[in-house]
């Protein structure tokens, strides 16, 4: 008995809503309910806007922190990869510099194809303040002789002056005890280039008569045999001429950066100047 | 000091005067290592260790050197004699009067190497551009390379010497 009136009331409480939602849904659809919903749901906009933002600032945040990251990580990796590139461009740049320097040797083995190259790191200078000396790390066993001109792609560098098997000691052109027989390009005059304490060079005996200026190119004769003829020395910076003395003077600069050599070719071996060319002098003098 | 000890410190140091010191020169002159060595070990020793570690730290300077080998040991060893003569007690504990000294000591190897250069090795010697352009500068860098060498050679020697107290 009870069961039966409950399951009528259910039935009833079912019907009347199916009814009442069908009546709702017939006075939406004509407008009715409008105003009645506007009034229900306005004061329920700013806590859904502001739960609204909250939720979507949370998952910015969450999305920037994840992008923060991501980001932190490339910066990184960009560093890195900028770090490697640096390092490989020093390399890269000291790589140049050792091809442009073989490359004038190269060039210069080419245009004297009668002389012998050995190409050498140096590997230490002089201990002492007074002399201009470096030590190179090829020796006797690489061909290497006393008295074996030293060269650069830019120019003349010195002489050996000592060598064991494995290295050599070369004095170089700018060593106060250094002389090497010059002329100029320009005029043919001949002198003698010494070197200076001040590590300059000093081109001195050429004759009183001859042209010399500033910027002239100084040359090695290639007389006494000691240098092949032709080797750049350097450039005339200043003339001293004196009135009193048979010769005049001009310091010469040279064209090698002596403080940075550091790859130098020795030359073991060369036509020396045929002395035939002095005969023709040696014949008009005799009686 | 000992040959295990005094052989290598001094075979660095020619290594090192010849490939690092060799290139911050200012002027002409560069600091001289070896000679500085000695000369501040002369003043802390007054037994004859000075003497033979000029002997030994000029041939070691000469080996990388284009001057005849000696010539450095010529010049140092009459500087450590000299100064093994004097009475340390008076100075040593004058770090002015020891910087003094040294300096002193320093230009006198030079003077001395330069007469071996130009009488032994038959090098040319303008002697006021020499001087003035390069023992000038060298003298000075000495100085300052003496008082770090005091500091440690100091310290070294009172290890290797230790004073005796008679109670």
Known sequence: MLNTRRDNRRVLVFSALIIATILVITLGRSGVTGPVVTLLTTPLKPVSRLLTTTTQSIRDMTAERQEYEELEAKIEEYERIIASLQEEVVYLREIRRDYDRLSGLVDYRAQHPDQNLVTADVIGRDTSSYLRWIIINRGTRDGIRVGHPVISNLGLVGRVERATAYASWVRLANDPGSAVNARLQRSGAEGTVIGQLQGGMRMEYIPQSELVEPGDVVLTSGLGGTFPPGIVIGRVTSVRRQQATFFQAAEVQSTVDFDSLDIVSVVTSFNPVDPRVFSDVLEAEEP | ?167
């Open chain 2, 1 to 167: 000091m000992s040959l295990q000890l005094g052989l290598p410190l001094f075979l660095v140091s020619a290594v090192l005067q010849s490939t690092v010191l060799s290139q911050l020169r200012v002027f002409g002159g560069q600091p001289d290592l070896i000679p500085v060595f000695v000369i501040v070990w002369a003043i802390f020793d007054q037994g004859s260790e000075g003497v033979v570690w000029a002997f030994f730290g000029g041939l070691f300077a000469d080996l990388l050197s284009g001057a005849p080998l000696g010539i450095s040991s010529l010049a140092l060893m009459p500087v450590a004699f000299v100064i093994s003569l004097t009475d340390a007690q008076l100075y040593r504990h004058n770090l002015l009067l020891m910087l003094l000294f040294a300096a002193g000591g320093a230009l006198a190897y030079h003077i001395l190497y330069l007469l071996a250069l130009r009488f032994i090795a038959g090098q040319p010697v303008v002697w006021s551009e020499a001087i003035w352009y390069v023992t000038l500068p060298s003298v000075l860098f000495d100085i300052v390379l003496t008082a770090p060498a005091l500091s440690i050679l100091s310290r070294l020697h009172d290890r290797l010497h230790p004073r005796q107290v008679r109670l």
